[in-house]
């Protein structure tokens, strides 16, 4: 993926997260899911996954392509944010739906 290609995509997560909007994201095959695209709401972004993640701020830190966005996939049944990895979203659609937080979590960006 192009530089400008993964400006362009880290910027429409945080514009749709800072409007509290769900966006479209392609993501790869993973064990769980099929390769495709994947209605998303986008909460924050950080270093790694779990409790070894150090939150990253939107806009002041440097954010690269290892780095993971923390996003609720919705209509997942499970209660919790997933994990993915900026480099591996391809494509971006916005869906121009917008969402309430879910379990008071906060949307960093």
Same mark, same amino acid.
């Given at each position: 993926?192009?530089?400008?290609?993964?400006?362009?995509?880290?910027?429409?997560?945080?514009?749709?997260?800072?409007?509290?909007?769900? #966006?479209?994201? *392609?993501?790869?095959? +993973? $064990?769980?899911?099929?390769? /495709?695209?994947?209605? #998303?709401?986008? *909460?924050?972004?950080? +270093? $790694?996954?779990?409790?070894? /993640?150090?939150?990253?701020?939107?806009?002041?830190?440097?954010?690269?392509?290892?780095?993971?966005?923390?996003?609720?996939?919705?209509?997942?049944?499970?209660?919790?944010?997933?994990?993915?990895?900026?480099?591996?979203?391809?494509?971006?659609?916005?869906?121009?739906?917008?969402?309430?937080?879910?379990?008071?979590?906060?949307?960093?960006?």
């Amino acid at each position: 993926m192009k530089i400008d290609d993964f400006r362009k995509i880290v910027f429409q997560i945080a514009k749709a997260a800072q409007n509290r909007e769900t #966006i479209a994201i *392609y993501y790869p095959k +993973t $064990d769980n899911s099929c390769a /495709g695209f994947r209605e #998303i709401e986008p *909460y924050s972004l950080s +270093t $790694d996954i779990g409790k070894m /993640g150090e939150h990253l701020v939107y806009g002041e830190d440097l954010i690269g392509s290892g780095h993971i966005l923390n996003a609720y996939t919705v209509g997942s049944k499970v209660n919790h944010c997933g994990s993915f990895i900026l480099g591996k979203i391809t494509q971006i659609k916005p869906t121009n739906k917008k969402f309430i937080p879910r379990n008071n979590w906060q949307v960093e960006f």
